[in-house]
């Protein structure tokens, strides 16, 4: 096909079949079927027309023609670069000065970056250049062109002018305003002047608004608003690794903080002090979201973090935890007795709610009674009783449980063990016909013995309630889209499985980095786990003057598997990597 014939004009339906069948890229039955097929009743690009048939690509039978797909073609042909919107490597502020929104809006065009010396621009039409001499000589850089599907230059077009234009907007209503500044340790000779920031301001609410469902669309498990000496920075944690996602003027920053602090009924008056809060909303599919909130008093002023609670990640079947048969088994037997205490040890953020919450959800029959107290309650489920300490009010985890065995429970989960008290009166609840479930702070599932000991617990105690314990860590899972088969190294094979000596595996897998995971090459995580009934002969090692290597030694003869085992196993299956699962097991 002559491409020159399609200069200085937007591409049609049969332009566009004419390039796939030229780059055999569409079969000449599709082609032929296609335009009967087509819904021209809707006004959307020839592009998106045609994607929606979700034709086959001839050249490769399992992917379908899709925007994206479209575009990478048109690229090629076209001599052009391809480019993916990552809205977390797009610094709003700076593409969208380099051009009016109606401008973008009349050339259905987008800047993607910008740098000292040209601009990137995105167009789903790559053969229209009228707008391209105007626009070089009003900015006086290069500029080089991309081709991008054109649902994400409608769609960021839109979300980013409007952050940008509420930022603006906010930052120049609040122009010359400072907020006292007595949490600022760097501007106490700024105390003099005051102003006023209204956090029910449209802008403040529509960038509120954006930060959510932006963080809920990313996946983020936490978000963080933290303030700087001149601006405020706000980032996401995605799969366990935080991302710069924004930076806000700081009297922006200061608003968005006492918005959300409204939201979640905190103290906005109040920012010498730690505050925590919560708040519900829905994301765009109608999801309900919970987010826990949590300020904290710093040297330029308050930091928020908001930890996502979202229910399709919370409440997650067994099959998706990552428990592999064996130590499934272990865990079911564990939690399906009638009386005693499993316990969840592991750092914050290991992923030790998800397992109770899932096991709770699978155990909450209609014939059982089951109550939490928890600190604070991370997700309302309706098929538990769940009850949140309050210590302005003397309700503790020790209180708590005291009240939750007046309620006549089958089970109970206590949110964390963290004193004597609290573990005395879960103990005695074990002791008196229930299952309670809870969750310490170890290494690994033998040190929780002996954290219990030092806590007060006498051995005969624990030899007598506790029916397990299970050690858990999230590992990054490797991009299904585009890891890649990879030699095994043999070193640090060796340094994962030492002392056990593990089968070294056939083949290997190592991540890329694509549009899918934002080349990072890990899209979304896994548990592993080290799970440790507590059997008769392992009993016999809990005593007055219990030896930790000797109990360990004695849960592996009786087929516990490390943490770093568990995640051996994962790399064996081409789940995860070596250096991940190294990176977060500690080596016993």
Not at 127 to 136: N, P, T, V
């Amino acid at each position: 096909m002559d491409i020159n014939k399609l200069l200085g004009r937007k591409l049609t339906l049969r332009d566009l079949v004419d390039i796939l069948k030229s780059q055999n890229r569409l079969s000449a039955e599709d082609a032929a079927e296609l335009f009967s097929n087509v819904d021209s009743s809707k006004n959307h690009s020839p592009i998106e027309q045609l994607a929606a048939l979700r034709l086959a690509d001839k050249q490769n039978s399992e992917r379908t023609l899709d925007s994206a797909t479209i575009a990478e073609l048109l690229a090629r042909v076209s001599g052009q670069h391809h480019f993916h919107i990552d809205p977390l490597k797009v610094d709003v502020a700076s593409i969208t000065s380099v051009m009016s929104y109606e401008f973008a809006q009349q050339h259905q065009i987008l800047a993607l970056e910008v740098t000292p010396t040209e601009v990137i621009i995105g167009s789903s039409e790559p053969f229209i250049d009228d707008w391209e001499s105007g626009l070089r000589h009003v900015l006086r850089k290069e500029i080089k062109r991309a081709v991008v599907s054109p649902e994400d230059i409608r769609r960021y077009t839109v979300e980013f002018y409007n952050l940008a234009r509420s930022v603006n907007s906010a930052a120049t209503d609040r122009k010359g305003q400072t907020e006292s500044k007595v949490t600022n340790m760097e501007q106490l000779l700024e105390l003099g002047r005051k102003g006023s920031h209204d956090a029910n301001d449209k802008h403040i609410v529509n960038i509120v608004d954006w930060l959510l469902q932006y963080a809920f669309d990313q996946r983020a498990s936490d978000i963080h608003l933290e303030p700087r000496r001149d601006q405020g920075v706000l980032r996401f944690r995605i799969d366990g690794v935080l991302h710069a996602v924004y930076q806000f003027p700081v009297q922006v920053a200061m608003a968005v903080l006492s918005r959300i602090k409204i939201l979640g009924r905190m103290n906005v008056a109040e920012k010498r002090k730690p505050q925590d809060g919560r708040l519900k909303t829905k994301s765009l599919e109608g999801n309900e979201v919970e987010l826990r909130l949590s300020t904290m008093p710093t040297a330029f002023g308050e930091k928020l973090v908001m930890r996502v609670f979202d229910p399709d990640v919370l409440l997650k079947p067994f099959s998706e935890l990552g428990l592999i048969q064996d130590d499934f088994k272990r865990w079911n037997q564990m939690t399906s007795e009638n009386s005693g205490i499993v316990f969840v040890t592991g750092p914050t953020g290991s992923g030790k709610t998800t397992t109770l919450y899932s096991t709770l959800k699978a155990l909450a029959t209609p014939e059982v009674n089951v109550c939490t107290i928890e600190d604070p309650i991370e997700m309302v489920e309706p098929a538990f009783n769940q009850m949140q300490v309050q210590h302005n009010i003397d309700l503790t985890f020790a209180s708590g449980v005291r009240s939750l065995l007046r309620q006549d429970p089958d089970i109970i989960m206590v949110g964390e063990i963290r004193d004597l008290e609290t573990a005395e009166i879960a103990i005695e609840a074990a002791l008196t016909g229930h299952l309670v479930l809870s969750t310490l702070h170890t290494n690994d599932a033998p040190t929780a013995v002996t954290r219990l000991q030092e806590l007060g617990i006498p051995p005969y105690l624990i030899k007598a309630t506790v029916l397990g314990v299970m050690a858990q860590r999230l590992v990054r899972r490797l991009c299904p889209h585009c890891k890649t088969s990879q030699p095994l190294d043999e070193g640090a094979w060796e340094r994962l499985t030492r002392p056990w000596r593990a089968g070294v595996p056939t083949e290997t897998y190592g991540p890329v980095g694509c549009l899918e995971c934002r080349d990072t090459g890990y899209l979304g995580r896994e548990g592993i786990y080290e799970v440790m009934p507590m059997s008769e002969s392992l009993k016999e090692f809990v005593h007055e003057q219990t030896d930790l290597s000797q109990l360990r030694a004695q849960a592996y003869k009786e087929g516990m598997r490390s943490l770093r085992i568990s995640g051996a196993q994962k790399v064996a299956r081409g789940i995860t990597t070596i250096e991940e699962v190294m990176r977060v097991a500690p080596l016993n």
